[in-house]
Nanobody
Framework: QVQLVESGGGLVQAGGSLRLSCAAS????????MAWFRQAPGKEQEFVAV????????DYANSVKGRFTISRDNAKNTVYLQMNSLKLEDTAVYFCAVAEYMTYSYTWRDPSDYDYWGQGTQVTVSS
């Protein structure tokens, strides 16, 4: 089992920045991929970013590419999402997710690719 706790959400003006954190505990040695998803009111859950493997391969949704950066601190078992140039449409609950093992057929953009989820942290961008 892996437990995930997100933090760092809040209210920020458009154009501002926030950094989300996701601290993992439990079977952290078996984490292959760590990702961020988000869900806005009335919308489906949306892939944001993923960091996977020992090489730290990253992938981003087109909507956040160039503005968001995913990173991790292995010593702290923590993954971060640095969000810059925030837009109103970035408002959502942001969830951290972990997959334990690599699977070749996965795109890592589908929520079903992941084994564990955090409780979410609210990010609200105001004008």
């Amino acid at each position: 089992q892996v437990q995930l706790v997100e933090s760092g959400g809040g209210l920020v003006q458009a154009g501002g920045s926030l950094r989300l954190s996701c601290a993992a505990s439990g079977r952290t040695f078996s984490m292959y991929a760590m990702a961020w998803f988000r869900q806005a009111p009335g919308k489906e859950q949306e892939f944001v970013a993923v960091l996977r493997g020992s090489a730290g391969v990253t992938d981003y949704a087109n909507s956040v590419k160039g503005r968001f950066t995913i990173s991790r601190d292995n010593a702290k078992n923590t993954v971060y999402l640095q969000m810059n140039s925030l837009k109103l449409e970035d408002t959502a609950v942001y969830f951290c997710a972990v997959a334990e093992y690599m699977t070749y057929s996965y795109t890592w953009r589908d929520p079903s690719d992941y084994d564990y989820w955090g409780q979410g942290t609210q990010v609200t961008v105001s004008s």
